[in-house]
Nanobody, 121 residues
Framework: QVQLLESGGGLVQAGGSLSLSCAAS????????MGWYRQAPGKQRELVAT???????NYQDSVKGRFTISREYAKNTVYLQMNSLKPEDTAVYYC???????????????WGKGTLVTVSS
């Protein structure tokens, strides 16, 4: 059973920084892409940033230059460094692992339970 455990959310003032981390566990042999998504109240879940197994990153336009995604492959962990935070960044942030290959051979996607980021003005 693959599990994603997120940490690092919290309350921060506008202009501040937060760092999120997400560790995947559970007899994992390989993960394709890992990424962060967010969902604000009353809105659909949206992509924030992703990083592939080859290290290729992709960001939502609104976070480019402020957020940095990184990945520690040996630990199946992905990070999101968020700087210059704005009130509109307030959301529940979810970690996702794409096409996870385990010792059972299945290639499924997994989501974390989410961590709340609140940016006050």
């Amino acid at each position: 059973q693959v599990q994603l455990l997120e940490s690092g959310g919290g309350l921060v003032q506008a202009g501040g920084s937060l760092s999120l981390s997400c560790a995947a566990s559970g007899n994992i042999l390989n993960i394709n892409a890992m990424g962060w998504y967010r969902q604000a109240p009353g809105k659909q879940r949206e992509l924030v940033a992703t990083v592939t197994s080859d290290g290729i990153t992709n960001y939502q336009d609104s976070v480019k230059g402020r957020f940095t995604i990184s990945r520690e492959y040996a630990k199946n962990t992905v990070y999101l460094q968020m700087n210059s935070l704005k009130p509109e960044d307030t959301a529940v942030y979810y970690c996702k692992a794409d096409t996870v290959i385990t010792k059972t051979g299945a290639g499924m996607d997994y989501w974390g339970k989410g961590t709340l980021v609140t940016v006050s003005s």
